[in-house]
């Protein structure tokens, strides 16, 4: 294989104004100026109102129709209101299903740190004050 | 084991149905996108990138565990995706080439055929594959620049621009500018082929393969050394066919572009080549595509 292509070595210039990262090969805002970057965050801070406007625009028309959040998957049934061929409606149970058990034994285990940490940290208070008890002595 | 083939092109240029059609020859296998070169360790994908502009959310993993499910338990059920899990888990500090190789001798002698457009956006990503590949094919896949730009803009507002840092700069304003990505992914692949010798790439317009779709493809079957009779051409016109034209369970949805999921019938067309000078749609100052742009249409073959 001959030496990795790069755009110098090229001389293929490229449009975008953020040049490249040399680690990734990707353009990287973060290398530009700081009046460049204040334009780009302007762009984009519009950018995602716009999405943000948008999506809320979806679910209020959701909400305000009838509530059918299903509608936001339409896509992916058929003509005929069938579901995928790999995803028949028992596999969608069995997976909400399975996702809440995992909730509820994550939630378990977040309880169980919890409580171990308000012990540990009790042992730890008491720890430091016969520590600070016993320093004078010495 | 039989060196892989891929197409390299910026998104929206008709890579899912070219991949899912070459993946129906009867040598080949078209897997979903694998996304497997955007990190360098397995376990990469999972942990994501940081930024605004970040790529590896959970979508960027459907690909992978539908293709593990399918060759590995030979199905896509939620079951055989959670199997997919555990498979990966098992190799998650393995290099992304190491794993793709394994993906690539379990479907041997059939070619993997794999387009993830994500691979593009970097010189480097492309480097990878060939580090892990360096018999693998390349075919170039180009679109009219306006068509393709119209194309992105009609998905998330062009958010895949911002991924590419597709934006222009004035004195006082940033605009989003998809033609800006469009020009860089393709110079990155440009770069990129000038390291693979010329036998192993091939370029192509994807407007020529939708409107003599039996022609182009028999000639990417020879090139790439594989049957190109009749039989093999007639399998290729059907990439509903694949495993992977569908949305898949309910853990593992995606894979690749949802449009192609939700319609993946082929219907050969001639598309309409857009002028090359006039006022571009997504603009609303009059402007037109920028002379960088329009030359390199020109060096693809577009008017």
Partial sequence: MSDPASPEESGRKRLSPAPLNPETGRPDATLM????RALRAAMMDAFNAKKARRFLERQVKHINVNRDLADGIKFLFDEHGRPPPNAPLEDIIDERRRIEYQI?????????????LVRVKEVEDYAFEMLSRAVPEE | MTAPLFLLAPPRSYTSLVNAMLGQHPQA???PELCLFNVDKLVDLWRGSTGEISENGALV???????????YCGEQRTTTVNMALAWATLREEWDTGQVFQEIVGKIDPLMAVEKSPSYSMSVKRMQAIHRAFPDARFVHLVRHPVAQCKSLMAINDGAFSLKMEGFELGEDYALLEPQVAWHDINMNILDFLDEVPAERQMRLRGEDVMAEPERYLAEIARWAGLRDDDEAVEAMMHPERSPFACFGPINALFGNDPNFLAGPTFRPHKPKLPSLTKPVPWRTDGKGLMPEVVGLA??????
């Fill in chain 1, 33 to 36: 100026s700081p009046q460049q």
């Fill in chain 2, 29 to 31: 296998f078209g897997l």
């Fill in chain 2, 298 to 303: 020109r060096d693809f073959g577009y008017a």
């Fill in chain 1, 104 to 116: 509820k034994w994550f939630e378990g285990v977040l309880l169980e740190l919890n409580n171990r």
């Fill in chain 2, 61 to 71: 993993r459907h690909g992978l565990l539908r293709a593990v499910a399918e060759i």
